[in-house]
DNA sequence: CTTATTTTTAATCATTTGCTTAATGTTTGA
DNA sequence: TCAAACATTAAGCAAATGATTAAAAATAAG
């Protein structure tokens, strides 16, 4: 029972998001994407009418991918502690497995393609972690942290685990990292970036 | 006294910066740059013999730019709280002039030009923040701050100060900001982003 | 001034690139 | 079974793109 083959539209998709994610919107070509999913640029177009087009269901499938997860986990119903440290885990394991895709939604997400973001805000692509926002105020309220800018902690939160990926080639190279070392170094971050987050939160408490 | 007219060679550089920071490396022609540069074609391939080497040229200057400030900083001689507030400052300012700048380094370093990664590195534009490392040691060993990995904490660092930058354009949106707005949210993190890096480096102290 | 060197221009070449067309093969449903 | 819809192929077009050439203009040197 060998699993399905995938469809010429499946392959084709597939070869553009390892392209476009590989080497950025301007440097893919429909005939690379072709060759790579072992067919011909007419079907490229036959089936997604061009490469803009092949580009937007790409980029919008990996945006999903990436950035909404992010927001669903910080408006999960958690305590703090547990959510930060299952948002932390969950997303590292996620990018683990597409260490590429954050760095390419920010980097396509410029000039030409820079609209894009407007059209994917009313999409509701972006809900704002208001949950979180909430939460923060309630625990600032109860005393067990401080009171804070949700904006400024999710930023943190993010920047904390999605710059090792954005980085990842500088980083590698700084400290001469393999890929296993960087594996481990990004999964020691799980401990790091929670108790860093934790510990703003809980600095200056009376 | 007018400023001197910038040569033939420097206004192309410029238009090519601009540019290949706008819109990447394969979405820049270099007819895009002679026109941005107000000269024609031949004159760009006459100073830079290939759209690959201008790219070169410019690519380092923007890597030095960025890049080389920051380890600099890191490794001055300076206490350890005005380090980190000095830092945060400087490189905060460095990149509201040049916000773009990091996305532009980061989402190059891959595909076709991964390799200059190495490059770089050889050419010792990337020297590893060991001054920054032994002053964390001692501070630990004074029982200042708690014993950590200096890798982790440089990560932070650099992530919590370039990450606003780095996701200006989805920052921005999802917050409904104008550019005032993120020009006041990244001056707020002059106090956030070190605070947050020593309530790390001193919890769980005894 | 005259010659040599450097800089600039316009025209052009060879490829590449996005996309289309027309013909052929394949599947599907009545 | 047969036609209608769908899928695939090879060939090619027009525009864009990186690069070059040869000649003219400007500048520097003797």
Same mark, same amino acid.
């Given at each position: 029972?060998? *699993?399905n =083959?995938?469809?010429?539209?499946?392959?084709i998709?597939?070869?553009?998001?390892?392209? !476009?994610v590989?080497?950025? !919107?301007?440097?893919?070509?429909?005939?690379?994407? &072709?060759?790579?999913?072992?067919?011909?640029? @007419? #079907?490229?177009?036959?089936? !997604?009418?061009?490469?803009?087009?092949?580009?937007? =269901?790409? !980029?919008?499938?990996?945006? =999903?991918?990436?950035?909404?997860p992010?927001?669903?986990? #910080?408006?999960?119903?958690?305590?703090?502690?547990?959510?930060? +440290?299952?948002?932390?885990d969950?997303?590292t394991?996620? /990018?683990?497995?597409?260490?590429?895709?954050?760095?390419?939604?920010?980097?396509?997400?410029?000039?030409?393609? @820079?609209?894009?973001?407007?059209?994917?805000?009313? %999409?509701? %692509?972006?809900?704002? &972690?208001?949950?979180?926002?909430?939460?923060?105020?309630?625990?600032?309220?109860?005393?067990?942290?401080?009171?804070?800018?949700? *904006?400024?902690?999710?930023?943190? $939160?993010?920047? #904390?685990? /999605?710059?090792?990926?954005?980085?990842?080639?500088? /980083?590698?190279?700084?400290?001469q990292?393999?890929?296993?070392?960087?594996?481990?170094f990004?999964?020691?971050?799980?401990?790091?970036?929670?108790?860093t987050? $934790? @510990? +703003? $939160? *809980?600095?200056?408490?009376v």
């Amino acid at each position: 029972m060998t *699993r399905n =083959a995938p469809s010429t539209e499946d392959k084709i998709k597939e070869a553009a998001r390892k392209l !476009f994610v590989e080497k950025g !919107f301007g440097s893919a070509t429909t005939r690379d994407i &072709a060759e790579c999913a072992e067919t011909n640029v @007419a #079907l490229v177009n036959y089936y !997604f009418r061009s490469k803009e087009n092949l580009f937007q =269901a790409v !980029f919008q499938e990996s945006f =999903a991918q990436t950035f909404v997860p992010i927001a669903g986990i #910080l408006n999960d119903d958690l305590p703090l502690e547990v959510k930060i +440290y299952k948002f932390v885990d969950q997303i590292t394991d996620l /990018l683990k497995r597409a260490p590429m895709l954050p760095i390419f939604i920010l980097s396509e997400m410029r000039g030409e393609h @820079a609209p894009m973001c407007q059209a994917m805000q009313q %999409a509701g %692509a972006m809900q704002p &972690a208001d949950g979180f926002r909430k939460q923060l105020e309630e625990e600032a309220a109860k005393g067990h942290i401080r009171p804070v800018d949700a *904006r400024q902690v999710e930023a943190n $939160l993010m920047a #904390l685990v /999605l710059f090792p990926f954005l980085g990842m080639n500088i /980083l590698k190279m700084k400290h001469q990292m393999s890929d296993e070392d960087f594996s481990k170094f990004v999964d020691e971050r799980k401990k790091v970036v929670p108790e860093t987050i $934790l @510990a +703003y $939160l *809980r600095s200056g408490l009376v």
